[in-house]
């Protein structure tokens, strides 16, 4: 990405370097902003709740392995008095293990969560770069650029445009 970055800066560099007779042809640029198109494209919206539907079933078994926990720690802390010293260790252990794989449980969750996270990212900026690329083509555009960009007025973002396009292409628009 940052090649195709420095690439960009580069020709444009270049553009503005040469004579006033390439300068005389109308070079039409554009810029993007990716993550307001990541943050505000439907297909975000939907790919986050598809994850959320698909993560729902585990999150559901580890708040009830976690409440469990809770009321035998709870229990174990009740009847401390009157355990035996061999009764107490052994309570004492059951919890810590039970502690432990609540422990490997929540960070399995968390581990698997990222990863499909991480890749409905990929995919949707996929997509998205995609559609920037179909869209400059349609209009004429010769250059667009993304992140990198200190400055761009709003006569060359083209980000709106843009999430026009995604949201009709995902049905919803807004």
Not at 9 to 16: D, F, G, K, P, R
Not at 45 to 68: D, I, K, Y
Request: no cysteine; hydrophobic share 40%.
């Amino acid at each position: 990405m940052k090649l195709g970055i420095r690439s960009g800066l580069i020709l444009v560099t270049a553009l503005l370097a040469m004579p006033g007779a390439v300068l005389a042809q109308d070079i039409k640029i554009g810029f993007v902003n990716i993550a307001r198109l990541i943050s505000e494209a439907p297909q975000a919206t939907a790919a986050m709740a598809a994850l959320q539907e698909e993560f729902a079933p585990r999150q559901r078994e580890l708040v009830s392995m976690q409440t469990s926990f809770q009321e035998r720690q709870e229990q174990l802390q009740r009847d401390l008095e009157v355990m035996g010293p061999d009764e107490r260790q052994n309570a004492e252990r059951d919890l810590r293990k039970e502690e432990r794989q609540l422990a490997r449980s929540l960070e399995e969750l968390n581990e698997d969560a990222n990863l499909r996270r991480n890749e409905e990212l990929a995919k949707l900026q996929r997509e998205i770069l995609r559609e920037v690329a179909t869209y400059a083509r349609e209009a004429g555009y010769d250059l667009v650029l993304g992140e990198g960009v200190f400055y761009a007025s709003s006569a060359v973002d083209i980000t709106s445009d843009v999430l026009t396009r995604l949201q009709n292409q995902s049905g919803s628009a807004e």
